[in-house]
């Protein structure tokens, strides 16, 4: 089993930065795939950004890119997501997500297992 665990949300004024982070634990792995998706309520849950296991691809949804960054590069150590620029409608619970084929990672099926989520606030 892996257990997926976030930190990093809160409250901020529209314009702000938030820096979340996600540490996995349990079974080694390797060739994964990291993603981060948000689900607002009343919204289905949508895709943010994702990055290959040794950092060297990274992918990210239109209306987030240019304003957060993913990083990561070690089974051992967290994936972040850098956000800036924050805007009302990025207020959401956000999770991050392990994927064992590095398939479709824009994909929310695509992902073998979840984080518990953490809210990100972002007031006008």
């Known amino acids: 089993q892996v257990q997926l665990v976030e930190s990093g949300g809160g409250l901020v004024q529209a314009g702000g930065s938030l820096r979340l982070s996600c540490l996995a634990s349990?079974?080694?792995?390797?060739?994964?795939?990291m993603g981060w998706f948000r689900q607002a309520p009343g919204k289905e849950r949508e895709f943010v950004a994702a990055i290959t296991w040794n950092g060297g691809s990274t992918y990210y949804a239109d209306s987030v890119k240019g304003r957060f960054t993913i990083s990561g590069d070690n089974a051992k150590r967290p994936v972040y997501l850098q956000m800036n620029s924050l805007k009302p409608e990025d207020t959401a619970v956000y999770y991050c997500?392990?994927?064992?084929?590095?398939?479709?990672?824009?994909?929310?099926?695509?992902?073998?297992?979840w984080g518990q989520g953490t809210q990100v606030t972002v007031s006008s």
């Open positions: 349990g079974r080694t792995f390797s060739n994964y795939g």
């Open positions: 997500a392990l994927e064992m084929t590095l398939s479709s990672m824009r994909y929310a099926g695509s992902y073998d297992y």
